[in-house]
């Protein structure tokens, strides 16, 4: 029995973790484990093999999409250090549940909030797969993130959870009857969040700046063709999109992710490239290129998005801060200088040193996220906090193609679009692309992955979020609660 409800709370999780139309069995995807958690009766030893198993078959399925694009044992040593989370979350609530089941259910949400902050936050930092971002296509349920950060929907869904696992246990002798103010609780929670989310999403607009946006997505696969081949194929498949938007004349067109082939600096064709569409279409350009510098006494190699103006010069640039381990460097490569063969890219790629918006125009400072930097909710923050007043992410997303993976990235923007009430456009050259408001509602609708462009006038940031302000409270009083029920719970008894 309790194999088998390990192994079902692995599928719900998976399914949520991938499927965002069945997002609703977030609230039951643990209650299998927890059941056998809380009834007692198991050994640590055992618990930790549930949720390792219950981890592995829903993060196992989840992650599968990136099998072919990394190496095999970095896979397998990514997967397993998730599943060591899940765990640890399973030793910690069947050890306070010894004790007593209140403290085995007031530890679970709590316990679980903490894991998925520490995960974002240690060594190099893994947010993919929390269980509040299950819920990015939900915009009732997520409004709630503007408040409480996207660990804070965590804590809720697995409050909920808590409460049907209680309330199944119910029928148990012996199972206490402070189980329906679980449940109370857990409704009351509910009705709190829908509340909160139908009301922000009936509220009036505010007065705003707008600002015009566009992205232009090349939908380019690279791999098999040599460097002439692809630049032939760039310049020729931009311009022709670029000119569907001549007659909108937006104030901004963003480009995806390395998208010219080349060191733009360097690249006085496509900076000639620019010049040409500026004039036709009077924007302005984020462009994503790669950024070279190479000098005695210092060498850099940036993954970067530079403004262009409309007559192709360069008006600022911003360095990717967070690179994606193995994609783009190699972790602890100081200390195991061999793990550099398990890295995708051909060159160890240089962090950036600050998060800083960029002026695309005198009223819209525009924080940019490139690709793996979406999922970092507290990353993001930090550039909003600087007066950002729109978010613009940039992908390529081509070893995401045919996969469910693609809308997960864009969910993240939209994630992030709603915790801070900035508006986010995303640009992708395969995958998704797209513009959404402050609320996460779609204000052009995502390309599918296809060349073609999208475009809309969005309303520029006014307000500050709770959460804009605040930042991660709630995960940290979730740790600071986990150490002190465990604390108490491992005192000898009188």
Not at 10 to 37: D, E, K, N, Q, Y
């Amino acid at each position: 029995m309790p194999l088998l409800a390990s192994i079902f709370s692995g599928l719900l999780l998976a399914l949520i973790l991938r499927f965002p139309a069945i997002s609703w069995l977030a609230v039951l995807a643990l209650v299998p484990l927890l059941i056998v958690l809380l009834r007692g009766g198991l050994s640590l030893k055992y618990a930790l093999l549930l949720g390792w198993l219950t981890g592995l078959i829903g993060y196992g399925f989840h992650f599968s999409y990136v099998v072919g694009a990394i190496h095999i044992g970095v896979f397998l040593a990514a997967l397993s250090y998730y599943t060591c989370y899940v765990g640890v979350f399973a030793v910690g609530v069947a050890f306070c549940g010894r004790r007593n089941i209140e403290y085995g259910s007031l530890i679970a949400p709590c316990l679980w909030t903490a894991s998925e902050y520490i995960r974002a936050h240690i060594l190099t930092g893994i947010q993919v797969g929390t269980l509040g971002a299950t819920q990015a296509e939900a915009l009732p349920v997520v409004q709630i993130i503007s408040v409480t950060g996207i660990f804070g929907l965590s804590f809720i869904l697995v409050f909920i959870n808590v409460a049907v696992a209680r309330l199944i246990l119910l029928r148990r002798a012996g199972t206490p009857a402070s189980t329906y103010g679980w449940c109370g609780a857990a409704a009351v929670m509910i009705a709190a969040i829908l509340s909160y989310g139908y009301l922000s999403l009936w509220a009036p607009e505010p007065v705003a700046d707008t600002l015009t946006i566009a992205t232009v997505q090349g939908d380019i696969d690279e791999r098999g063709m040599d460097q002439a081949a692809i630049r032939r194929q760039i310049f020729a498949r931009y311009r022709t999109l670029t000119m569907r938007l001549n007659e909108v004349q937006p104030d901004l067109i963003i480009y995806p992710e390395t998208m010219t082939g080349s060191y733009l600096v360097q690249d006085s064709l496509f900076l000639s490239f620019l010049a040409d569409m500026g004039e036709q279409t009077s924007s302005r350009f984020l462009v994503g290129s790669r950024y070279l510098i190479r000098t005695a006494d210092t060498y850099g190699l940036y993954n970067s998005v530079f403004l262009v103006d409309s007559a192709g010069h360069i008006l600022g640039r911003y360095d990717k801060n967070r690179l994606a381990p193995f994609g783009e460097y190699t972790p602890l490569s100081g200390w195991f200088p061999s793990l550099a063969s398990y890295r995708i890219a051909q060159a160890e790629l240089t962090p950036g040193e600050k998060w800083a918006p960029l002026p695309v125009s005198a009223k819209a400072l525009t924080g940019i996220g490139i690709c793996y930097e979406t999922m970092f909710n507290a990353d993001i923050r930090q550039v909003v906090r600087q007066n950002t007043r729109l978010l613009a992410i940039i992908s390529d997303d081509f070893w995401f193609q045919g996969t469910q993976e693609s809308r997960e990235f864009y969910n993240e923007g939209v994630l992030r679009a709603i915790e801070n009430r900035t508006p986010m456009v995303r640009c992708a050259n395969m995958g998704l692309s797209g513009i959404v408001d402050t609320h996460g509602r779609t204000i052009s609708t995502p390309l599918p992955g296809a060349p073609g462009v999208t475009y809309g006038t969005v309303r520029l940031r006014t307000t500050i979020s709770i959460y804009t302000q605040i930042g991660d409270i709630l995960p940290w009083l979730s740790l600071g609660l986990c150490v002190l029920l465990i604390t108490w719970c491992a005192l000898p008894r009188k």
